[in-house]
Each structure stands twice: as C-alpha cells, then as structure tokens.
C-alpha cells in the first residue's frame, strides 16, 4: 500500500511539474512586446525609463512614441493601455501612431501604458491571450490581450489592502496592480506607482496640456460612453460632448469625484498645474458578466445573445443589438473624442493644434481598424527593439530564485 502511494505521489508531482512548464513556456510569447510600426508622422520613439532612468529592464518600461508638428502649439498626451484586456482603448493608441501626422503642436502616444498588464491574463475570466486583426493585404497582426491589472510577479505578494497614495484612502489589495488607482505615483513607492510616476515624468517633461485616457467597461455598468473629466477640463469635455453630436454620437458628461481617488484624471489634474484630464469610456462586451463564450471573437466582434436579450429587458447602459459592439465601433469612438477634444482645446486655451490622417467613427465603422494598421515585413520586425526583447523576464527569474 505505502509503495502504491509512493508512486501516485510522484506520478501526480510530475504530472504538475509537466502542467506547470506547459503553462510558462505558453505565457513566455506574452512576455514579449507587440510589434509596433510606426507611421510617417511619428519623429521620435522614446521608452518611459528615458523619463524615469529607474524602471529601465522591467516590465515598467514601455514605449513613448513622439508626433511632433513643424510649428508649435497644443501638446496632447494619448494614455491608452491602463488595462490590457480593455482593446478598445490601446488598439485607438496604435491606429493613431501608426497613421497621424501632426502639422502643428505635439502628439505623445503611450499606446500599453501598463506593460506589465500585457504579460498575463486576468485570472478566472478565460479571456484569450492574443487577438488577431486581420489587414486589408489579407495578412493579420497578433497583439497580446492581457489583464485589468499588472503581472503579479513584479507585485506578489498582494495586501490585504491597498492604501493609495497620498489621499490614504483604503482599496482592495489587488487595486496595488491597478494603474489606474496609483496616480500621481510616486519614484519609491509600489510597482505600479512607479510607473504612474514615469507617466507623470512625460506629462511634465513634454509640457502636455491634455491628458486623454481610454478606457473600457461594461456594457452593464452605468458610466460608459462617456467622459470623465478633472474639474479644470468641465468646459473642455462640455464642447467635445456637442461636438460629438455632431457625429450623432452621444457622449454622457461628469466630472471626476472626489472621493474616489488614484485615477489618471483626478490625481493628474491636481498634481500638474494648467493639466486639463479627461477619461473616454466605451463599452467592452467581453468584460461584462452576462456574456456567454469567450474567445479572441468577442474582443474584437463584440456580439453576445446574452447582451441582446439583456437589451431588450432594458438592463444595459449602452443599445446593443445583434451588431454588437465590435472594435472598430469602439476605437471609432475613442478617435473621434480624441478629435473633438483637440478642438475643444484650441477654443479653451488658444494653442493650435492641427493634425491629420485620424480616421473617424464612420470611417471605421466602414473600413474596419485592420485598414488603419500598417502591413508588417521582415525589416519592421528586425528594427523593433521593443518586438526583439523580453523585457525583465530573466531578471525576475533571478528574482524568483534568490
């Protein structure tokens, strides 16, 4: 009997020792960051640790890609990528340092701002670890399609509650890997408040004027299709909602509150005098609770019975119908309250900005966001420092070990 059970011992160890390399070496490509191809506009590519020298060789670093006009005028910062399982949000981010040019004032993109949210799922939800989006030569881009929050390698372990700074205000322990709880940041606190740090770096260094980030949400949740704005940008997010109109897109309005602290626009806008922050929320079918399958399909399609049925019983925030809410909706959205909000700016503040070759919602909707991306060649691969490397992965192995 004790030989019998020696043996089941060791055969279920070595079952989990076969179950536990199949899954590293199957999480090892998200390591890895997606290729990027930058478009004629974009005149310089940075890394956040050329603002923070600190984060470099971790999954902090990620890239700052520059768009800067010939004349001066309005500096932009385009956040997207706070949590990478929200596509709709980064996929605006790539489309536009992939396609706009800007004549005058500057564009910084920062399309994953949470790198490290690119390198895992979020657990227990069984989203697909890559989207695939296929390009008008017939060819397709994979990007990594990765969690809410960042890799609990560079976190564990979590608190039991997460005090975020400086209000002090008490959170889950697992809102420590949020990014998008831990602004202002802060160069000698958590992780992730090193990297809201590094953000805070671009904004101050480059002289931005306005934050723009891109989030998701539910379908279901009450603030979605809409802005969110530091009180200083009330005036700017109430020009961009009528100009939206414009486009027969609604865009509901409300400014950030005060009792809810560590978001991008609220801490941004406090801590960076004459920043105007705002937040662009679009409904994501994938991070709702009522969807059904869960594949790479429904990230980029959007359509879900489940939601249609909860659209008809009137349960849901946004219309949904049997089209959806597929990607290139989303990212319509986001470019055309990105456009609008360049507007609002230049009739708030006076500074021009002027830029082109950003497609709009209908354009979008039209042509699909794979039209919109560039083709990749061998040569793109190869000068990508950023697709060559795994940031950070040996140095948390000897992390692990020590």
Not at 259 to 269: A, P, W
Not at 356 to 366: I, R
């Amino acid at each position: 009997m004790n030989a019998n059970r020696k043996t089941s011992a060791y055969l279920i160890l070595a079952a989990c020792l076969v179950l536990t390399v199949i899954l590293c070496v199957s999480y090892i490509p998200m390591w890895k960051y997606d290729l990027i191809v930058p478009g004629p506009g974009v005149t310089k590519v940075a890394w956040l640790s050329d603002y923070v020298p600190e984060l470099k060789g971790s999954l902090a670093d990620t890239r700052v890609f520059i768009l800067e006009g010939q004349e001066p005028g309005a500096n932009i910062l385009v956040l997207s990528g706070h949590h990478a399982d929200e596509p709709g949000g980064w996929m605006s981010g790539m489309v536009l340092v992939e396609n706009a040019k800007v004549r005058t004032g500057k564009l910084v993109v920062i399309p994953q701002a949470n790198n490290s949210g690119f390198t895992h799922n979020y657990p227990q939800e069984a989203h697909a670890q890559f989207i695939n989006i296929p390009l008008s030569d017939g060819s397709k881009r994979r990007y990594r399609h990765g969690s809410r929050t960042g890799n609990s390698a560079e976190h564990w372990p979590d608190p039991e509650v997460f005090i975020q700074y400086p209000s002090g205000q008490k959170l889950s322990g697992d809102e420590v890997r949020n990014l998008n709880r831990a602004y202002p940041g802060r160069l000698n606190g958590t992780f992730t408040e090193r990297i809201a740090y590094g953000i805070q770096m671009v904004v101050r260094k480059e002289g931005i004027d306005l934050q723009m980030d891109m989030p998701e949400a539910q379908p279901e949740y009450p603030f979605v299709n809409a802005a969110s704005a530091h009180p200083a940008a009330e005036e700017l997010v109430s020009l961009a909602s009528l100009g939206m109109q414009t486009h027969d897109l609604d865009l509901g309005v409300e400014l950030s509150p005060a009792t809810f602290r560590g978001l991008s626009n609220r801490e941004m806008g406090d801590a960076v005098p004459g920043l105007f922050a705002v937040t662009m929320e679009t409904p994501n079918t994938e991070q709702g609770k009522i969807r059904g399958i869960t594949d790479d399909l429904l990230a980029v399609e959007g359509q879900d019975a489940f939601y249609v049925a909860a659209a008809k019983l009137g349960n849901l925030f946004v219309p949904y119908d049997e089209g959806g809410w597929p990607l290139k909706r989303r990212v319509g959205r986001h470019l055309t309250s990105f456009m609008e909000l360049a507007l609002a700016l230049q009739d708030v503040t006076g500074k021009p900005f002027e830029i082109s070759n950003v497609p709009d919602y209908y354009d979008l909707v039209a042509n699909d966001v794979g039209h919109y991306l560039n083709p990749v060649t061998d040569n793109e691969k190869v000068s990508d420092p950023g697709y060559q490397s795994y940031p950070g992965i040996w140095r948390l192995f000897s992390k692990a070990g020590s």
